[in-house]
């Protein structure tokens, strides 16, 4: 059966390409034998419950050949259509050229950009992983799936999969288990005029059992491999599946040709008689293949209930463990969150990476779902929390990740571990070294994903260590993604605010933007106000000059403002902690705090700053750095590029 099973899977694969003459064929039927002994009978699922908590995972890390998701998805009986097949790649479809998470049910997480998936797999493995720790009782199993994923030579050759495996292998993930499509194709051609390294000893190294040479179009050979990848407990394991592309393809199987375009009318028709498959009928399942998946539902509803009802039993002999699950799936804060974070003292001066750490550890108190860490800088990062254990092999108790040295994976990982559920993560890094987890943020935004960056050293004030290590455009580049919520507080009340404001959105991620250096407190009329995204410090409304900055640029205003005012002059002085967050309080807000038609603006950023014209008129004026900086103290590298009250004020009183 399951070989009918793959050839429908072919042939649903090959038509959705041919049809929207866009895709990648070639996968899907180099793997669709791998697809039908997941899906047809080694995962436990029920496409009635595709948010089932105890499910498997299967994530498409080479997420071009999403047919084989959709073909999958239709044939075990989820919510996709045969028409939703034919609308591969079509416009608001549910089946869009690469997997995207919320679009189509069954679709664990958005893949596409190589690599990531497979990171995402590590972190739903570990996520496995703490919640049993956490929910599992004597008597009751709650929490017990496996994490499946599959990668091609593309993945393979990817850095982050390097990181996130290394990772996977130091904390002995043995419910997770990677699937390698070792066809040798990829884009280019043969992979071995790149890729010549031994994958399997690499996989060894890094602590994974490895089950070599398995011949990916041998369902017995596949199952195999798998049932003894769940024998071994302590070590992710790595199947090696030696796949032909475009498998029944009469010409173009093996070759890279199959890989990214539509086979053809003629080539399909040759695979489809090859296969035993009506040569005129597109998007063909065969009725066994339909009773097959129809019996295969009875029993996954089974299993589900069951499920179900150990759960029932669970949750009603420990109640305060079932209203944890509860308010972790939720991601529901206590009642009183706002009042307990707003209340807290911490003196300034501070650094925000330091007030922020306070609050974190607060808020790590509070809140029991909230997990994370640093890659390798959690005392400059100000995340480590001592009050709790550390996750490592065998030991999933703790609430501190330590991630090394492997930026990438661990913004992957943290999405992993978001899209598991019952968990959310924070994770950190210096500001400039966002650069090495660009994609996985995106992906965070993309997905609604609700991870927390805690991004500190964030300027050139970060001295010593030299350009390097000082951001310059990175704050404004993590303004431009959609959906990314870019919080930069200018001393430890905006800290608190951003921290709660990072907390309350649950359905995106947030970055929060941190100084290694000390910030005083600020003088607010307003401090409610911080909510708003932006908003009067302090200043009147018709100011002959209005100060718009962010982060440590606002205390460095109000010492502009004092020698302004000294020369007569008078300044009005606006935070803005999220831009977008300040305009989508409405035009007419955002009017009235930047003051008079007549006031000239002055916006200042210690970094790039063309985001801030959206605020300036003709004539008004912007302090910003669109060099590299330099390394020496802090103070005295700011002094270079300009940044003292000094000489702002200058520069400001050369231009009125
Ligand atoms: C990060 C990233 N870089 C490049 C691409 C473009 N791309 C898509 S598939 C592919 C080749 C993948 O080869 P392989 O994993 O062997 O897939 P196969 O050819 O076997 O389908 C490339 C380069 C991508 N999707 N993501």
Known sequence: MLKQVADVIRGLSADGVQEANSGHPGLPLGCADIGAVLYGEVMKYDPKAPEWADRDRFILSAGHGSMLVYSLLHLSGYDVSLDDLRDFRQLDSKTPGHPEYGHTPGVETTTGPLGQGFANAVGMAIAERMMAERYNTEEDTIVDHYTYTLTGDGGMMEGIVYEAASLAGHLGLGKLIAIYDDNDISIGGSTDITFTEDVPARFRAQGWHVVDGVDGHDFESIKAAIEEGKKVADKPTL???KTAIGFGAPTMEGLSAAHGSPLGDEEIRGMKEKLGLPVDEKFYVSKEVKEFFAQK??????????????????AKANPE?????DQAHNLELPANFREVIEGLEIDAPIASRASSGKTLSKIVDEVEYFVGGSA???????????KYGEIQKGEFAGRNFRFGVREHAMAAIGNGIALHGGLRPYVATFLVFSDYMRNAIRMSALMNQPVVYVLTHDSIYVGEDGPTHQPIEHTESLRLIPNL???????????????????????G???????RQNLPHIEKDNPGDIYKGGYVVKGPQDADIVLIASGSEVSLAVETADLLEKEGKSVRIVSVPERRLFTAQGQDYVNQVLGSKNSLRVAMEIGVGQGWYQFLREGDHLVSIDTFGASGPGKEVADKFGFTAQKVAKEIMNKL
């Open 321 to 325: 463990l079932k209203k944890s699950w």
């Open 297 to 314: 539902r009875v029993e996954l509803q089974k299993e589900r209930e069951a499920w179900e009802e150990k759960f029932n039993k669970w």
């Open 376 to 386: 390798d800088l959690a005392p400059s990062n100000k995340t480590y929390q001592d």
């Open 509 to 515: 991620p947030t970055a929060l933007i941190l100084t």
């Open 485 to 507: 919520t870019v919080l930069r507080p200018a001393d430890e009340e905006e800290t608190k605010v951003a921290w709660i404001q990072a907390m309350e959105r649950t359905d």
């Open 239 to 241: 199947i090696v599946a």
